[in-house]
């Protein structure tokens, strides 16, 4: 894709933030009229934003990881989910988390053409060197008879997926899996509201001996690049989030007076948002370091793991930082940066904490010498 064709996306992108997700999330309510987030998507899929498996759609190539990203890396889903977060990170989540499961739908020919689900097991898969030990859900052989077991996975889900593509431990390393959302042993169970990315629809996924057809099922799975994207993507949530807050801290500072001056000219406010917009350009900087890079081919986790601990704690210091500019209304609903601090922390820990990402830095030191 050559330059002009990515502003064309990006400028898409950021039409629809404008135009369809920020009305959504509004001024009424804790986070906006959710009722609306259906509709929303479906916009976002007839555009060409979010990704699909069928071939003929209009996100099969350029939508969030959509088929491009094989070939011609992550920056353009990244810019996407940047564009979007900036008005809600919860939609971006969705389009991200979409978009990885139709990817790992597109591994399977014979997959519903309407699918947009993935199962990963983050809890387990984090921190640890041996990856085929890692994985929760463990599948074992009776026969000539696959079947399935696992219990409570974090689920993502995007509108109207049918099936779930499932990273299990095989006989002879992981597999990828797919199965019917109405399988035999498929039960879903509802997680119930939540704070942090409440647009973002999440569930557990019970699986109990669901039998697998040899010709769903892909052996010899690196569960590492579904790592890296699922890591960048957080880490341009993110950044679009603290744009998004600092954004909406500036123009309060503009519009504000204390004192007979605006309280932008105060050298207190200055400092808070000078420092959260330098947070904010150096975590997009990062961002950008590693799609000119194509971190997403890399052998190994370390970058991709530093990048999401530092982007993330730079991201979730910016929406602290903007949230003050605002003082006690920055922690009231009307002016959604109660919101922003909320889903900054959530992106913070999803998918690994700092903690756990640091150890995975550690323990592979080594490897690269």
Request: net charge negative.
């Amino acid at each position: 894709m050559d330059l002009d064709d990515l502003a064309a996306v990006v400028r898409a992108a950021g039409q629809f933030s404008a135009e369809r997700v920020a009305p959504m999330v509004g001024f009424d309510g804790r986070d906006g009229d959710l009722t609306q987030l259906g509709t929303v998507l479906a916009q976002a899929g007839e555009i060409g934003l979010m990704a699909s498996g069928d071939a003929g759609a209009a996100g099969h190539e350029l939508g969030v990881w959509g088929s491009l990203c094989r070939t011609d890396g992550p920056a353009l889903s990244l810019r996407t989910l940047e564009e979007v977060a900036s008005a809600c990170a919860g939609v971006a989540s969705c389009l991200h988390f979409g978009g990885l499961g139709a990817l790992a739908l597109a591994s399977f020919e014979d997959a519903p053409a309407s699918a947009g689900l993935a199962l990963f097991d983050h809890s387990r898969m984090l921190a640890e060197r041996r990856w085929s030990d890692a994985v929760a859900c463990t599948m074992t052989a009776e026969g000539d008879v696959h079947s399935l077991q696992g219990a409570k996975h974090f689920v993502h889900a995007a509108p109207g997926a049918k099936a779930f593509a499932v990273l299990a431990k095989g006989s002879t390393g992981l597999e990828l899996a797919l199965i019917q959302a109405d399988a035999p042993g498929v039960q879903r169970v509802e997680v119930g509201q939540r704070t942090g990315l409440a647009a973002c629809d999440v569930f557990h996924l019970e699986l109990h001996r669901v039998a697998v057809s040899s010709s769903r099922r892909l052996r010899e799975v690196d569960a590492k690049p579904w790592l890296r994207r699922l890591w960048l993507g957080l880490c341009a949530i993110g950044v679009g989030n603290a744009r998004g807050a600092l954004a909406t801290a500036s123009a309060y500072a503009e519009q504000r007076r204390q004192g007979g001056r605006r309280i932008m000219e105060h050298p207190a406010v200055q400092l808070l948002l000078g420092g959260a917009e330098a947070r904010v350009r150096v975590a997009s900087a990062a961002l950008k370091s590693a799609q000119r890079q194509d971190l997403c081919d890399l052998d190994d986790l370390r970058s991709a793991a530093m990048l999401k601990v530092r982007v993330l704690e730079d991201c979730f210091q910016a929406v602290n930082d903007s949230l003050q500019v605002l003082g006690g209304y920055g922690y009231m609903e009307d002016y959604r940066l109660e919101k922003r601090l909320r889903d900054a922390l959530t992106l913070r820990s999803a998918a690994g904490r700092a903690d756990d990402l640091l150890r995975l830095v550690a323990t592979s030191a080594g490897e690269e010498a």
